[in-house]
């Protein structure tokens, strides 16, 4: 005889108030109501797992970290209906870690500490996601640099220490006096006077030039200085057209001593000295000069990509010929410097102009009259010609004849490199962005050719008080940041988690390779996510997640053997794409994998289904899970349903809330349950079995922002009492 465990729902009355009796004993049964009867004589879940069979499969239930650790009725459900939980947010980067980068994680680790108490299996949600993430805290880290100046918020404009070896000195005015010097000595500038003269200025000579100064601008010279005798004498700063002059004191110890100066006209100027009221040695280790306040830099932007053609990305290169349309240019390998892949485009020849074969060199951004961009490439042809360049919008958008980049073509390799200021001629509206060459020169007798260019860059220069951090700044900057979240976790988790879900959801669905593989997710213009991808790369962010994951379990008392990394994903049980989400993702697998170190021990399906009414629908997607089972344990790896629940859609393709499902529409939520659970059981090797997690143990309420909101996701009821769908899942972990 089955053993009946009474617990009734929220409201009713308890057992016992104990927290020994909330640990185990709930069943969440309403005898009250028809046709639910027999649910009373199930046990709980697990009990079902026939662990002679199945030794190694776990029953999850997900739970809000927050209502199990009231150690009330939630904590009960779980304890007793489950082998293992997992909570839906409290393991989140976002739920630990603040806008200021400031984790904690008491709420997580309260979570554990009670489940694990509790003899539960513990399973880790989340550690490398795009969303739920603290994007402020993260852009925070992306953010332009601000230029770094010294304490006196100064900013050098001129070499902080001036070579005196390649020193020049001028001694205008008539010569110095009988026996005057100025030399280099020991790395020094070295000025001698053997007498005081009447007119200080017939002894003067430079000691900085080629600086550009700039009019109305106080700057400050400073130099590291000593003399033979305390002396004073005078410092001039600018050009000849005007200078701003003063003393300053030097005594025989060495010292730095600063002038301020304002040249007062705009041009390069020098720094200079008159000491003829001195007389003695002077001598000077440097000299450098700073302006006052912080001034902007300048750096230079890169505005394409893919410039070398080793990728497939032909965004910014566009090309065409007679009688054809604008088009990616084609890339064609071994065709480039030292064998690598080319841009190549193709003349018939014989066209009836010039442009009727070109090639586009189309940038990320308009230019605007002003901007200054630096261009170089790579560039042949297997016969020699002349090309002509434009000035376009958009490719074929012409603006104007000459776009300053004409090259004449040999059959050798030749390198072009030219920074070209863009004029109002080249942009009269601002939104020049192409480069066109034309490339059937001599029609209509242009050769029949073929046109190579490689190795193009494009960059234009910006300025300001911050700069952008490079790419490798920011690649190597979210390392750090991801090790860090993920080290705070393990090091909070003490080794009591021993699986994960590593990366969540990182396959897009779409866009997918040369080889059918989709691509991974990237910026998609939601300001709520943050995607690591976009600054690590594709690769690197998973390797990256995989090595610190097993780094910081080890070092914080985990057996490394028992640490099992699973890639988490949903719609691998897709029937519209024949599967090719979950192909994708093994696929990806086997990429991250290929350095020889990432390991990669699971695959997570999230299985966020619904029951159809339409009978060839249904039968469709009963195949397409059946499909991912099969594929998955091909694999040779760990198989878990991480996130199972399931709604219910009409013969219309309308999803149906609680409150409209019929007893019928129930029934067959159950139904699809049983196929579920005992298709797992059945398809999936017993060594590769994790288990499977129901997501939503009771339906979602109606309530705006609830997962699902009002459907009929759970095995129980709003009410937590057992619902049909929980006959199925027994059903289904029993084999019938």
Not at 232 to 241: D, E, H, K, L, N
Not at 298 to 313: H, K, Y
Not at 415 to 429: G, Q
Not at 563 to 591: C, M, P, T
Request: aromatic fraction near 12%; charge should be negative.
């Amino acid at each position: 005889m089955k053993k009946q465990l009474i617990f009734t729902a929220l409201g009713a009355i308890f057992l016992a108030s104990c927290a020994d009796t909330w640990d185990r004993e709930y069943s969440g049964v309403n005898p009250q109501k028809e046709g639910y009867e027999y649910l009373a004589e199930y046990l709980p879940l697990k009990e079902y797992v026939d662990r002679s069979k199945y030794p190694n499969f776990k029953l999850g239930i997900a739970t809000s970290a927050s209502e199990y650790t009231q150690q009330q009725l939630v904590y009960a459900l779980i304890n007793s209906n489950a082998d293992e939980t997992v909570a839906g947010n409290a393991m989140k980067m976002a739920s630990c870690v603040d806008d200021k980068g400031n984790m904690s994680f008491d709420n997580a680790v309260a979570f554990v500490n009670a489940a694990t108490d509790a003899g539960l299996n513990m399973y880790g949600h989340t550690l490398a996601w795009h969303a739920q993430q603290p994007v402020k805290y993260l852009n925070s880290l992306m953010a332009d640099r601000e230029i770094e100046i010294d304490p006196d918020a100064t900013q050098t404009v001129v070499d902080a220490e001036f070579d005196y070896s390649t020193f020049s000195s001028y001694n205008y005015w008539g010569q110095g006096p009988a026996g005057s010097e100025r030399t280099i000595k020991d790395g020094c500038f070295v000025s001698y006077n053997p007498s005081v003269i009447p007119n200080f200025w017939e002894f003067q000579y430079h000691v900085a030039d080629g600086i550009n100064w700039v009019a109305g601008v106080t700057y400050k010279v400073t130099m590291m200085i000593r003399a033979s005798e305390n002396c004073s004498f005078t410092v001039a700063a600018g050009t000849w057209g005007g200078q701003a002059g003063g003393t300053i004191d030097v005594t025989t110890e060495w010292q730095e001593v600063s002038v301020p100066r304002a040249p007062g006209v705009d041009g390069g100027g020098f720094v200079m000295f008159q000491s003829g009221n001195f007389a003695g040695t002077i001598e000077m280790k440097w000299l450098k000069v700073t302006h006052e306040e912080a001034m902007a830099i300048s750096w230079w932007t890169p505005i394409i990509s893919n410039g070398d053609a080793e990728g497939d990305d032909a965004t910014n290169f566009v090309s065409t010929h007679v009688g054809g349309t604008n088009g990616a240019c084609d890339i064609v390998d071994g065709a480039g410097v030292g064998g690598t892949r080319a841009f190549v485009v193709t003349s018939a020849g014989g066209g009836a102009q010039t442009w009727d074969t070109q090639f586009f060199l189309y940038a990320n951004r308009t230019l605007a009259d002003g901007d200054k961009v630096k261009m170089s490439f790579d560039y042949r042809a297997d016969v020699a010609n002349n090309s002509e360049s434009q000035a376009h919008a958009a490719p074929g958008g012409y603006i104007h004849w000459d776009g300053g980049a004409a090259v004449n073509f040999t059959t050798d390799w030749q390198h072009f490199e030219k920074t070209i200021v863009i004029s109002s001629t080249l942009s009269p509206e601002g939104n020049m962005q192409t480069w066109a060459w034309n490339l059937d020169v001599g029609a209509p007798n242009a050769p029949v050719n073929k046109y190579y260019f490689d190795n193009i860059t494009l960059e234009i220069e910006e300025s300001g008080n911050t700069i952008p951090l490079t790419p490798e700044e920011k690649r190597d900057t979210l390392i750090w940041a991801m090790d860090r979240w993920i080290g705070g976790m393990m090091q909070a988790m003490g080794g009591k988690v021993k699986a994960w879900d590593v990366v969540n959801e990182a396959i897009s669905g779409g866009n997918a390779d040369a080889e059918g593989v989709y691509a991974l997710q990237h910026d998609n213009g939601d300001a709520t996510n943050f995607f690591w991808q976009d600054y690590m790369g594709d690769l690197e962010y998973v390797r990256t997640a995989v090595a610190s994951a097993r780094k910081h379990f080890e070092a914080n008392g985990g057996n490394p053997s028992e640490l099992k990394l699973f890639v988490n994903d949903y719609n691998l049980e897709s029937d519209w794409d024949q599967n090719a989400k979950l192909k994708s993702l093994i696929k990806w697998i086997e990429r991250w994998e290929a350095d020889g170190v990432t390991k990669i021990d699971g695959i997570g399906s999230q299985m966020h289904i619904s029951c159809y009414a339409n009978a060839a629908t249904q039968e469709s997607k009963k195949k397409a899970i059946v499909e991912s089972f099969n594929l998955m344990a091909k694999t040779g790896r760990l198989v878990r349903i991480s996130e199972l629940d399931m709604g219910y859609v009409d013969a219309n393709g309308n999803s149906v809330p609680t409150i409209n499902l019929t007893e019928e529409q129930h029934k067959q939520m159950a139904e699809l349950y049983t196929f579920v659970v005992s298709k797992y059981l059945e398809l999936i090797p017993v060594a590769q079995q994790w288990g499977i997690c129901q997501w939503a143990a009771t339906d979602s309420p109606a309530a705006e922002g609830n997962w699902r909101s009002g459907q009929p996701i759970g095995l129980w009821d709003e009410g937590y009492n057992r619902k049909h769908t929980y006959a199925g899942f027994v059903e289904g972990l029993a084999g019938k």
